[in-house]
């Protein structure tokens, strides 16, 4: 630039000399002369220029805010950083990103100034930071961590679907698994991160047990007849200390139908979702005909002909959540064998009021003195309830007297069975109202309460047998 406005000056001087000294021949000629070799050497020398001025054209090349060399072209940089980029992604075998930029700005250098691609490589793996594209894994929204790629993840579920994705075969049922997926809403999304920010393999087992073992839920079990804490526990697979610890104020000796035990339930974060198609054979149940016979009582049945369960072949898709049955589409029932009906007798006579009623009515009044069960080093069979001489005792249920008279320890006692299994005794009476072959009816008076036999006070020793084998009184009569 300096050269090109200093011939223009030049030119200038050129016109005012001219201007200036019209009539002198020789001194215009001479002008002229220093004039055509001043723009001979002004060319010459803007030629040589330009030459020059392309030949040492260049960039110095930034990476951020870092001066890392000086090229002759852009391109020679982008491979550059494209190199350390590549060499970081085979290293960690993931996606990488570096954090800086790089900017040219045009400048002149010499050959022997330029910065190899080399240098370059190793000024840009001095001055970078990276981070890698990891994946976030969500589910319904929330996150589980960060990880490293998708095979990962898919380690964890894999884990998680494992226990579900046998499927239960035998010589009656056939099974196919056709699809397996999550309940839940999966998502994996792409994060930079820096290298190793990311679940490592001891966490990813850790994240498999925590998905297993959930989350613990309430929820309550109404109990039914026979079922203690300790059955309950094995039914829930938890254990009799966590039932105690999730019930404060309820006694588990004192367990009775319909009370309600809370109990804490894991519930597992993941769902794994199954679809089977199935082919089994089932047992089917058969009709059952009531005929009615009036020379039957009214609490007698008798099966006349015996009902055949029939078999099926079912055709069906099945969808289990973790493992247990949610949804069950019946494709195709093909019958290889009928049910037979099963006809049945029931009696329409009114019962003798003498029947066994199959319940017990309390067999006095009184108190209960002492219960069933050990006491003072032997075995108490019955119950005793406590009143005075004479108190009416009456049959508990329905029956024929099998025992009346004095029998050793009980004193005066009466025998009943009840002609279902069922024999009770009332013993220690005072005066004996039956005989042995009577009939007799529920709640009729059968003897007066005394003290007879082994007693050391007057009340009732009442006794129930099924099949001969003592049973705790308490159990029937309340
Ligand atoms: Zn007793």
Redesign the pocket.
């Known amino acids: 630039m300096k050269q090109n406005s200093s011939s223009l000056n030049f030119d200038d001087n050129r016109r005012k000399k001219t201007h200036k000294n019209k009539k002198n021949n020789n001194k215009f000629l001479s002008i002229i002369v220093v004039m055509v070799l001043a723009i001979t050497i002004a060319s010459v020398s803007y030629v040589s220029y330009s030459i020059n001025e392309e030949k040492t054209r260049g960039f110095d090349v930034y990476l951020g805010d870092n001066h890392i060399g000086t090229i002759r072209t852009e391109d020679l940089a982008h491979e550059a950083y494209h190199e350390v980029e590549e060499k970081l992604t085979n290293t960690y075998d993931m996606e990488v990103v570096l954090d800086k930029e790089l900017t040219f700005e045009p400048t002149h250098a010499k050959d022997e100034e330029l910065t190899e691609k080399n240098e370059l490589v190793r000024n840009i793996e001095r001055n970078i930071n990276f981070k890698v594209t990891a994946l976030e894994f969500f589910v319904d929204g929330e996150s589980f961590g960060i990880f490293k790629s998708e095979d990962e993840i898919n380690f964890v579920l894999d884990r998680i679907k494992e226990p579900f994705v046998n499927v239960i075969e035998s010589e009656t049922r056939k099974s196919v698994l056709t699809k397996v997926e999550f309940l839940e809403n999966i998502e994996m999304k792409p994060v930079e991160v820096n290298y190793g920010d990311f679940v490592n393999e001891e966490e990813m087992i850790q994240l498999v047990e925590t998905i297993q073992q959930g989350k613990e839920e309430m929820r309550t079990h109404t109990v039914e007849v026979g079922e203690s804490y300790w059955i309950i526990a094995r039914m829930y697979e938890t254990t009799v200390d966590e039932l105690i610890e999730a019930n404060p104020g309820q006694d588990p000796q004192k367990l009775k139908p319909g009370d309600e035990v809370n109990l804490f339930v894991p519930v597992p974060l993941l769902t794994v979702v199954t679809y089977e198609e199935v082919e089994y054979t089932e047992a089917t149940d058969y009709p059952t005909e009531v005929q009615q016979d009036s020379s039957m009582y009214k609490n007698q049945k008798k099966v006349v002909v015996k009902g055949v369960k029939g078999i099926s072949e079912i055709v069906a898709n099945e969808v289990k959540h973790n493992g247990i049955l949610a949804d069950r589409e019946i494709i195709e029932e093909i019958v290889i064998e009928e049910p037979k009906k099963e006809i049945v007798l029931q009696g329409t006579k009114e019962l003798p009021k003498t029947a066994a009623r199959g319940t017990f009515i309390v067999p006095t009044r009184g108190r209960v003195s002492?219960p069933y069960g050990m006491r003072g080093g032997s075995m108490?069979?019955?119950?005793?309830i406590a009143n005075s001489v004479g108190t009416p005792i009456y049959a508990a249920d329905g029956g024929r007297v099998t025992f009346s008279g004095y029998k050793g320890s009980y004193g005066y006692m009466v025998e009943i069975s009840h002609e279902n299994g069922y024999t009770t005794r009332y013993?220690?009476a005072s005066k004996l109202l039956v005989k042995s072959g009577d009939r007799v009816y529920q709640g009729q008076h059968i003897a007066n309460m005394g003290s007879t036999g082994r007693?050391t006070g007057s009340?009732l020793?009442?006794e129930v047998l099924v099949n001969g084998v003592n049973q705790n009184p308490s159990r029937f009569i309340y």
Do not use: M, P
Not at 380 to 384: F, K, L, V
């Open positions: 002492s108490h069979r019955g119950i005793d013993a220690h007693s009340h020793h009442f």
